[in-house]
């Protein structure tokens, strides 16, 4: 569990949403905070496999972080739902559940032929490069905005090379050794010389 999700957990929000991975296979998991349920849904529809260790694994995060002392009951549902119907589409179609369920509150109308797939993976790729933002505010160590460790100031340092940003954290150097002097070259311009 990250530590963005960890935050979420500790302010209590009403939706925590988020994709696992068990045996290279995706599905989504949405616990819903305020009815304390866990949502399971796995294109491949084998949800029955593995519910019960999600639901044992969420316990035990919620008991070790945050409802330390308090019993929650948490429960867990699934839902019946068109299938995957290839082997390389589950990212896509987690995704496209996780969004119909979270807009709708059902996923029987997500549909797994091959023709909706593609029509997704366009609208995904479309979305992806509408919203990709300026690539500057990202580091070029961990490709992440924040860093996940509770670190409340993030230091960053330039490349003096491709003029892009690194966190501090993320090169490895310390910042006193970043502090004097120090010309920082990232590994890609190491690389390309
Ligand atoms: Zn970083
Ligand atoms: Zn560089």
Redesign the pocket.
Same mark, same amino acid.
């Given at each position: 569990m990250s530590g963005v999700a960890e935050e979420r957990v500790a302010r209590q929000e009403p939706w925590q949403t988020g994709e696992a991975d068990i045996w290279e296979e995706k599905f989504g998991v949405i616990v819903k905070m305020c009815e304390n349920t866990v949502v399971l849904i796995d294109p491949l529809g084998e949800e029955d496999k593995y519910s019960r260790r999600i639901l044992r694994n969420w316990r035990s995060f919620v008991r070790a972080n945050v409802d330390t002392g308090n019993k929650t009951v948490w429960k867990l549902q699934t839902f019946k739902h068109q299938l995957q119907m290839d082997g390389s589409s589950c990212g896509v179609l987690t995704l496209n559940f996780a969004e119909q369920y979270l807009t709708s509150g059902s996923i029987d109308q997500v549909e797994t032929s091959p023709a909706s797939i593609r029509a997704e993976r366009l609208e995904i790729a479309g979305l992806l490069m509408e919203n990709q933002g300026n690539i500057d505010e990202y @580091? /070029? /160590? @961990?490709?992440?905005m924040d860093?996940q460790s509770a670190n409340t100031t993030i230091n960053m340092v330039q490349c003096d090379h491709c003029n892009r940003w690194?966190?501090t954290? @993320?090169t490895l150097y310390s910042a006193e050794e970043l502090s004097h002097d120090f010309s920082f070259m990232c590994k890609k311009c190491k690389v390309n010389g």
């Open positions: @580091c /070029i /160590i @961990c490709s992440m860093l690194a966190h954290e @993320c």
